[in-house]
């Protein structure tokens, strides 16, 4: 089935690697009616995935309050996802999804209970002027838009704050051409109306509306990149206590599951191989079944644990079951980063604490629930992924009742980590829908 | 979890699923659910539903079913229902039940239809027992590993790990680290229970066991001329009804979404508790009990051990049919989320799920039994939201284990006793 690219939004298909400044803007609608005839106006400008821009790129998105303000009825409205339109931060959700206690949504800087939130105006540009220069056309004050919160992100580079490179095993959509490795996902798992993994069109809600849509999750990550490096540090002292520079990274992969150039240590067990550094052709079963290389509870392995799980690990069943399970991330980071070599020497500047830094979390899916919520809940959070004790994610887990522990699988016994920390705090987050380029259009026509 | 206070060694026995239902007297049911709100936020397991006590006691539920209009018309009166996963013998658990659940069975049977006036034990028991009703098919995670032995290897498991972590040079041979752990664990008295293999379920009942399987095996090849000469026909009639029976896709009501949702995640696996109406007609009626006879032998004799059909987080589960087979009620004790759960349905066990629960009104369409149904995502997601029903009371023995860790604990119990090559050494030290 052919993608209707020019109907689909341009977050679905790139990122913007050539545009390095974004902004996304959390909004509120204040005025309905000033809203539409704004949105009549701007629709013409959303990027589609057909465009290749070069100097800027808007993207739009709605959470369900948005569109009941623009006069979508609650029939329609109550035909999307049921996470779409209870919300993150409804109360059942925090526990599954581990927003709790530093991370509870009552917490949270925007997108908490109550809080305004209709849409989402994500802006690219090439640079900050040209970004300014965008969102200044774009938003006027008779847009009945109010900007609730402007979340900034850090000039665009391939790792996160920690100093990992990010990004490597991005799903490829199978009809957008031959992949660049073997195993792409087809479009339904990420655009509403085409087939998916199980072979099945994807639900599109409120007739045409959700067709050629995305479910967009945002999530804004607070990194405690000092917390981090301080665990590995202390975690890994030679008896003498002296820092051994070595082993501290290399915990710090471990519990990554790749090293700071990227290079997955399923393929690169001994130490960071730079020319692996975007290696996505692997599995675990074969070589690495026991995660004597990549740690069953590292980070990227039980993001995207490929051909490792049940029914039948090593297997194309297997392969087929973890790929009805992956995300479209298309988030960036924000906060002054961190040079490489800062982060690997020995000594913890003392100013780093003083800023907040993190990710701003995105992904697109056409199912929340056996996508994201599935890879946060069963995957991330659970304590007992893949056959593991009180182990969630060393990363951003939550907590669990007998403390979070991390282990090391290694001969002739493993190395065990107990007391691990929260590295990662949510500091705000809702669902929204990405509509299709038509439907900004209906949606902007919509009687008051 | 409590852990086990009784360090002599879990006795074998195998597993028996328990049901004992009565309807509601008129009028009592919001009393009825009051006192179930009340034994659920006390948790179970304390003084209110005193099963810590009952070390048979695996899984345990209390749940009323609504009153009712069948598809024919009838009405069907609110009932109660107990349901739990035991160690045989049973006897052994409706005496204990009965003396020490009183109070609980006091404040939920005592608001149903025919509860003795002034109870002691025995009148509760007796109580019990003649309101008890057969689960016509059953599995078990594995069978012959009782409740105590599971408490009891977490337990070592735990030690073993506290033991690791402190031990500051190891030996780099896996045999001679073995040999330390061992030498750690029967150093232990309270873990001396360890030093053997667990005890398996007694021999007359194990020998029965056998003699069943020989008797299926036999029966099935002394009717499979029969078998081969009724299926076509029976294919046949079975296409007609798929193509008949209608199987409209219904979205659940939000609410009752929400309200499943917010009970999810009591402990690390989770009670599942659907009901629904067998399609009307004598077709259907056959075919359920085939399936569920299908369905119980297998799991008796064939997924008997932590792996069923490539889905290994399912502790138990149960078919129970209901109200002379017009419903059916299918429980079970599962790890992880109900997200998780329908979606291990779909992909590893669809086949089995589409020949049980096909026979359900308004299950998605499936083809020569096995086929579709399930694996219509989402309109089967939806058809099970909507037969899920709250489990009210819920009890689990030991409820920070998944399956794959109760598993995990007792290959670390067994691999202490005989000899190992260095390589199961290596294998064996890769389970801690």
Redesign the interface.
């Known amino acids: 089935m052919t993608l209707e690219l020019a109907d689909i939004q341009g977050l679905v298909v790139r990122g913007y690697g050539k545009l390095a400044a974004a902004r996304y803007l959390v909004a509120e609608l204040t005025d309905a009616q000033l809203a539409k005839r704004w949105l009549e106006r701007v629709a013409g400008q959303v990027d589609s995935a057909q465009g290749r821009p070069e100097a800027r790129a808007v993207n739009l998105a709605f959470t369900p309050s948005g569109l009941a303000k623009l006069g979508l009825g609650a029939g329609a409205l ?1 035909s999307f996802a ?1 996470e779409f ?2 919300g993150m931060a ?4 925090h ?2 999804l581990g927003d709790v206690e530093e991370s509870a949504p009552e917490r949270w800087e925007w997108g908490a209970p109550g809080d305004p939130v209709d849409l989402l105006v994500l802006l690219f540009a090439r640079d900050e002027d040209e970004l300014r220069a965008a969102e200044a056309d774009l938003l006027g004050p008779d847009a009945g838009v109010r900007v609730v919160r402007a979340l900034d992100t850090s000039p665009l580079e391939d790792r996160e704050h920690f100093g990992f490179r990010d990004g490597v095993a991005q799903p490829w959509i199978e009809e957008l051409g031959p992949a660049p490795f073997p195993d792409s996902i087809k479009a339904g798992e990420f655009v509403l109306g085409y087939p998916n993994e ?1 072979g ?1 069109l994807t ?1 599109v809600p409120a007739g045409e509306l959700g067709r050629n849509g995305s479910y967009l999750v945002f999530r804004q990550l607070s990194q405690d990149v000092q917390g981090f490096w301080a665990f590995c540090e202390e975690a890994t002292l030679r008896p003498d206590g002296a820092v051994d520079e070595a082993a501290r990274t290399r915990l710090a992969a471990k519990l990554v599951g790749r090293w700071p150039s990227g290079a997955p240590l399923a393929l690169a067990p001994d130490g960071d191989r730079p020319e692996l550094a975007t290696a996505n052709d692997f599995g675990y079963h074969a070589e690495d079944a ?1 995660g004597l290389r990549c740690p069953v509870g590292s980070h990227v392995r039980r993001s995207n644990p490929r051909d490792s799980l ?3 690990p090593g297997s194309r ?1 297997s392969i ?2 973890n790929k ?1 399970h992956r995300l479209l991330r298309r988030g960036r980071t924000y906060g002054p980063l961190l040079a490489r070599d800062e982060l690997l020497s020995a000594g913890a500047p003392g100013e780093w604490r003083d800023e907040d830094r993190g990710l701003h979390f995105i992904c697109l899916v056409g199912n929340i ?2 996508q994201f ?2 890879v946060q ?2 995957w991330i959070n ?1 304590p ?1 992924f ?2 593991l ?1 009180d182990a969630p994610d060393p990363l951003m887990g939550p907590e669990p ?2 403390g979070r522990t991390f282990t090391v ?1 290694a ?4 190395e ?1 980590y ?1 007391g691990l920390p929260r590295f990662v705090t949510v500091r705000g987050g809702a669902y929204f829908f990405l509509p299709g380029i038509r439907a900004l259009r209906y949606l902007a026509s919509l009687a008051d | 979890m409590v852990p086990p206070r009784d360090p002599r060694p879990a006795r074998g026995a195998h597993q028996l699923a328990v049901a004992v239902r009565a309807p509601v007297q008129t009028g009592r049911l919001p009393a009825l659910r009051a006192a179930l709100a009340a034994i659920d936020a006390a948790r179970p397991g304390t003084a209110t539903f005193p099963f810590a006590d009952l070390d048979e006691v695996h899984f345990a539920r209390l749940l009323v079913l609504d009153d009712d209009t069948d598809p024919d018309g009838r009405p069907i009166p609110a009932s109660l229902l107990y349901l739990s996963e035991i160690d045989a013998p049973l006897a052994r658990h409706l005496e204990r039940l009965a003396d020490r659940g009183g109070a609980a069975l006091d404040a939920t049977f005592g608001l149903c239809e025919g509860y003795p006036p002034a109870p002691d034990a025995e009148a509760r028991r007796r109580y019990l027992d003649a309101r008890r009703l057969p689960s016509q098919a059953t599995y078990v995670n594995t069978i012959g590993r009782t409740a105590l032995q599971i408490r009891q290897e977490a337990q070592l ?1 735990e030690a073993i ?1 506290g033991f ?2 402190a031990a500051d040079d ?5 045999v001679a ?1 073995r040999t330390e752990v061992q030498r750690f664990v029967r150093s232990r008295p309270d873990l001396a229970w360890a030093t053997r293999r667990a005890r398996r379920p007694p021999l007359p009942w194990r020998a029965r066991e056998q003699l069943h399987l020989l008797a299926v095996v036999v029966g099935l090849t002394l009717l499979s001329p029969l078998i081969l000469v009724v299926l076509p026909v029976y294919a046949l009639l079975l296409r007609l009804h798929e193509i008949r029976e209608p199987a409209p896709h219904l979205r659940p009501d ?1 609410e009752h ?2 309200a499943l ?2 009970r ?2 009591r402990a ?1 696996h989770s009670p599942f508790s659907a009901i629904g109406y067998v399609k009307p007609g004598p077709f259907r009626r056959v075919t359920v009990r085939l399936v569920l006879w299908l369905l119980h032998t297998a799991s008796r004799h064939v997924f008997t051990r932590a792996n069923l ?4 987080t399912i502790h138990f589960a149960r078919w129970l049919v209901l109200d002379d087979w017009r419903r059916v009620i299918f429980t079970s004790n599962y ?3 109900l ?2 759960y329908m ?1 291990d349905f ?3 066990v669809w086949y089995g799920l589409n020949a049980s629960f096909s026979n359900g009104v308004g299950f998605p369409k499936t083809r020569f039994l096995l086929f579709a149904g399930s ?4 309109q089967f997601k939806d058809y099970l939201r909507r037969r899920t029903i709250d489990t009210q009371v819920w009890y689990s023995a030991y409820d ?3 399956a ?2 109760v598993e ?1 604990n007792a290959l670390v119990r067994s691999g202490l006793c005989g000899s190992m090559s260095r390589t199961d050494a ?1 294998t064996w ?2 389970r ?1």
Not at chain 1, 90 to 93: D, I, K, L, V
Request: charged residues 35%.
């Open positions: 109550s049921e339109v209870s409804a109360p059942f959700r526990a599954p199980y099945l639900d026991a049940d029914p039948d069943r087929a079951v009805r629930a056996r919520e599935f809940r069963t659970s007992r893949a056959g004790y009742p007998g699988p001969l002739p016994v493993r065990r107990t | 498991r790990e690791l972590d190891l030996p780099a041979d896996p680290v939000p979404v929400r949702a917010a999810e995640d690390a059909s490539g889905i290994k790890d992880g989320s997200e998780s979606n779909i992909d590893k694996r219509q995502e989402q920070r284990l998944s794959l860790n995990n290596r030290l890769a801690l």
